[in-house]
């Protein structure tokens, strides 16, 4: 058999390869993107949208107000923390444009996790949202960020819209706090100000680093995972062929797509230079949370739409989902997370669409497999895409024959570098060969199921969480002992943290310590479960064994 069955039996629909792409950068490929299709619209967000053409203007001004103002260098790393609203692109082609590395940043991040974060990367500026401003203060002196760029939910609303919006979320939603940075710019002005001065082109190589998109790796602490612009442009030019494939056809340029994962989510954000890199437009939603107001914004016809396995089963369990306008719903897609047989199939019942499932890593750019079209397997992930070599392997880089467990270990263009500034011996195989984590079977056929992971990460609606992150978090409190964190099955989420603590002082609370978590970690981190123990199951070197811990939780 061949050693890539789906070659051979899948021709018609992703080809072996794609040819290597034509563009030096991401800037470069946006730049004549958004010449091909300046007037057409961009980027929509609370019903203001941005043309290819005003995109482009606008990220070139803020590149020389980074460029001239700020005199920031090719290779600076420079930090966004803000969910999808439209200064998100643009700042973010803009840095790109400037040569700098991006460090996508969580906006709902704690101040100690943003302090990890932009201590570990050497961020120098930061384009932060005012609602997040109050925690940057608490952090910056021991940072090396020097300049620091300030912007509001309505600064490119235009019109009466930008101030009236930028009044109502500060003095009635009351969602700024107050905030002291003097040595911050607007980003109003930033633009302003860069308009001003001619901005200066720079010299970009594939190979030279895009992003810093942190996540744990296989340990605790999060790590930057090093993407080149060649690591995108690739999994850009992968996925191209999934967008023909859709059930109704292929996507176009003037489609709509709705984009409701946060851009610093590399699923998110390499989504959005596919779709924009097609002429599409991309629908920013800012809460997908309120989902009544998201289901609002479905009411415009629109095309294809990424999501989370939570997302869409919040959507199908809304009263209001019968308003959605799917009318030119072409073919939608999932990922971050197993997507559950129960709402795929409830999705399909309901829009005669299936939702295409795709599998990656922050570490892969992210795409390594995706299902074909008219041919979904539920339990799969797929078969690997172009340019994609998919192995099980044992724990010595041994390969392993089709149809035995193993851990699941990816190369290809797409793949990333390794962690910015760490030792990276044993992140990957001898040859090239990333190590996922996942342990994976391949089918005869080349379809792909996950069976296990390998690292103790806890996978909570798409986002990683690490326990040595958690528990040493939780073991900071003054009144805790010892800490197990665990992952457990959760029908909302996929799955929920649970601590097992052992009290060091008899007083403790499990409110006390949801509020010393709550002010240490950002949601999603958050356990959702606390039990206290007098011991907790150790090996006989003093390892804790989560194994046994979450055995012991699933059978009670």
């Known amino acids: 058999m061949s050693k890539h069955p789906w070659i051979d039996q899948y021709p018609d629909y992703y080809p072996r390869e794609v040819s290597e792409p034509k563009y030096n950068s991401l800037a470069e490929l946006m730049e004549d993107t958004c010449k091909q299709y300046a007037d057409r619209p961009a980027i929509e967000n609370m019903d203001k949208i941005i043309t290819f053409s005003e995109l482009n203007t606008l990220a070139t001004h803020f590149a020389s107000f980074l460029q001239n103002e ?35 940043t969580n906006p709902l991040y704690t101040p100690r996790e943003m302090q990890h974060q932009f201590k570990d990367s050497g961020a120098v500026a930061i384009l932060i949202l005012a609602n997040f401003a109050h925690h940057l203060e608490k952090i910056i002196s021991e940072t090396s960020i020097r300049k620091v760029i300030v912007t509001e939910v309505g600064d490119l609303l235009g019109g009466l ?56 790796g296989t340990t605790g602490l999060s790590k930057g995972a090093e993407l080149t612009h060649l690591n995108v442009l690739y999994n850009v030019s992968q996925v191209v062929p999934v967008l023909k494939n859709t059930s109704r056809g292929p996507l176009e340029a003037g489609d ?115 299902q074909i079209s008219g041919k979904e397997r539920m339990g799969s992930i797929g078969i690997p895409i172009p340019n994609t070599d998919i192995q099980m392997m044992d724990d010595d880089g041994k390969e392993l024959p089709f149809g035995e467990a193993g851990e699941l270990c990816a190369r290809g263009p797409q793949v990333f570098k390794g962690y910015w500034q760490k030792d990276n011996s044993s992140v990957f195989h001898p040859g090239g060969w990333f190590k996922t984590g996942d342990i994976a079977v391949m089918d005869n056929d080349g379809y792909i199921r996950i069976v296990d992971r390998k690292k103790d990460m806890i996978l909570v609606s798409g986002f990683n969480v690490y326990p040595n992150e958690i528990e040493g978090v939780v073991a900071a409190h003054p009144k805790v002992l010892e800490v197990a964190a665990i992952g457990l099955p959760d029908p909302t989420c996929g799955e929920a943290v649970k601590i097992v603590v052992v009290k060091k002082d008899p007083s403790l609370t499990e409110q006390e310590l949801s509020d010393f978590c709550k002010e240490n970690l950002t949601g999603y981190k958050r356990p959702k479960y606390i039990e206290f123990k007098a011991e907790i199951p150790k090996t006989n070197v003093g390892k804790i064994l989560r194994r046994a811990l979450r055995e012991e939780a699933v059978a009670s």
């Open 256 to 370: 709509v797509a709705v984009i409701p994962l946060p851009m610093y989510h590399i699923y998110a954000l390499t989504a959005s230079f596919v779709f924009l890199s097609g002429g599409m437009k991309g629908l920013l939603v800012t809460n997908p949370r309120d989902f009544g107001g998201f289901i609002k914004i479905l009411k415009k016809p629109f095309h294809t739409m990424i999501g989370v396995n939570t997302l869409y089963n919040a959507l199908l369990n809304h009263p209001n989902f019968g308003d959605i306008n799917l009318s030119q719903l072409k073919g939608c897609s999932a990922g971050g997370m197993a997507l559950q047989e129960i709402v795929y199939k409830r999705w399909m019942e309901k829009t005669g669409i299936p939702i295409g499932e795709g599998y990656g890593l922050s570490e892969t750019s992210p795409v390594l497999t995706f």
């Open 70 to 104: 700020c005199k920031l260098q090719p290779g600076d790393r420079f930090a966004i923390q803000m969910p999808n609203i439209l200064q998100f692109p643009v700042a973010m082609l803009g840095a790109l444009k400037a040569g700098l590395i991006l460090v996508n």
């Open 161 to 216: 819209k930008k101030p009236i919006t930028n009044w109502v979320v500060k003095n009635v939603k009351k969602m700024v706090p107050a905030y002291h940075l003097p040595q911050a710019i607007s980003f109003s002005s930033a633009i302003a100000k860069g308009k001003s001065v001619p901005f200066k082109p720079v010299a970009i190589k594939k190979t030279d680093t895009a992003f810093l998109q942190y996540t744990g």
